[in-house]
């Protein structure tokens, strides 16, 4: 099971390097649940004893999770891609040498918490959902040089590429927000730009897409220059829809909710939804004061409208709310979701659907109604 420690507590080695770092990726590795910095991604044994100040007499072991743990030797060079999680024995108490039949553990490692994977290869969606991070959140690898690296939603967050990451931004001379995500004179970012660059930050096909300046909307034209400030908010949005659906709509429109303190996250797996996070119950309601709410999205959304609402599996409110439980069940964030045949846009009490209007901003008034009325 992967399991995240919080290590706010644990000491944090910041032994002096024995040698020059080369540029590149930051690793650490994990040592009886102490986090100790390392210059680069192999080293020796001796080098990790020296960093975490082992006493003379005791021996490091790589942690496989079993009886095929690894005693290693002071001048063994160790490959950390292979596992960067140790613990430490008497030399007299060391197992044996044998060959490894599970692999080694990993950990990676987010500001001052660590978590210890079954897998290496994850995206920057996940290494956010493992450690409980909003989606909107910007990850960033940690690396010597040029500068730390962004990872976006859909990029490769995988161990043997570096297993250090934080959420806060260094110090950047410009940096701009497209799509909720930072960008910066690395990833292009100018003095001044057209519209079309700005797209570019974020779609490899600018063409196709609308640049908003926020929070006024203000339209740039793909072909027009803008003085570009610190800090700027821009929203990039695909013209048209044809099939499937728009990430960057969605993600405009809950926003828009975030912005007045509702607490809402957008998944893609494995079923593409929007969960509104503890919508209230009325007043009084003895079953349950607050409840989560999923909502597909549905296949050429906006141009489909949204249709229907999932409760969490087993909820006290089946039954209780308007529309009857159906056997449709999703996945999402770990949880178990049973679909409630509600239709809000398709005679259920709400207006008919407006794609230029209607969304999931919108969608939660029609949620928060159909929950006020839930039957005691």
């Known amino acids: 099971m992967e399991t995240v420690i919080n290590t706010e507590n644990s000491q944090v080695h910041l032994a002096e390097q024995t040698q020059v770092r080369p540029s590149g990726e930051r690793w650490c590795v994990l040592i009886e649940e102490t986090v100790v910095p390392v210059p680069q991604r ?16 005791n021996v490091l072991v790589r942690d496989h999770d079993g009886e095929s743990d690894a005693t290693l030797v002071a001048e063994e060079l160790l490959d950390l891609a292979e596992g960067n999680v140790f613990y430490v024995l008497p030399s007299q108490e060391a197992p044996p040498r044998t060959t490894a039949s599970a692999p080694a553990k990993r950990a990676i490692f987010v500001d001052e918490r660590f978590l210890l ?5 994850h995206t920057g969606r996940t290494v956010r959902q493992l450690f409980g991070l909003a989606l909107e959140v910007g990850l960033y690898r940690e690396c010597e040089a040029p500068e730390d690296h962004h990872i976006g939603l859909e990029d ?13 931004r260094k110090h950047s001379k410009l940096e701009i927000i497209v799509n909720c995500k930072p960008f910066t004179e690395a ?7 057209t519209g079309a ?8 096909d600018p063409g196709k897409h609308e640049v908003f300046k926020l929070p006024e909307e203000i339209p740039v034209a793909l072909n027009q220059a803008v003085k570009i400030h610190n800090k700027e908010e821009f929203r990039v949005i695909r013209k048209d829809v044809a099939g499937g659906y728009e990430p960057a709509r969605i993600e405009r429109e809950i926003d828009l909710l975030r912005a007045g303190g509702a607490r809402v996250t957008f998944v893609d797996q494995p079923v593409a939804s929007v969960i509104y996070h503890d919508v209230p119950m009325r007043p009084g309601y003895a079953r349950i ?3 989560d709410v999923l909502v597909l999205v549905p296949n050429g959304y906006p141009g489909q409208p949204l249709d229907g ?3 969490p599996q087993g909820s006290p409110l089946l039954g209780k709310v308007v529309g009857a439980p159906q056997n449709q069940l999703v996945a999402a964030l770990g949880n178990g979701w049973q679909l409630v045949s509600y239709h809000p846009h ?9 794609k230029d209007r209607h969304g999931f901003h919108t969608y939660l008034d029609e949620i928060l109604i159909w929950l006020y009325r839930a039957a005691n």
């Open 42 to 57: 192999q080293v020796n044994v001796r080098l990790l004893l020296d960093h975490a100040k082992i006493p003379a007499g």
């Open 117 to 121: 994977i079954e897998h290496p290869n």
């Open 156 to 168: 490769p967050a995988c161990f043997h590429h570096g297993p250090v990451f934080r959420t806060h």
């Open 187 to 193: 990833d292009g970012v100018e003095a001044e730009m």
């Open 197 to 204: 660059e700005i797209a570019s930050l974020v779609t490899k």
């Open 289 to 291: 004061k607050a409840t």
């Open 309 to 311: 609402a999932f409760l």
């Open 346 to 354: 398709g005679g259920g009490g709400g207006p008919p659907w407006n």
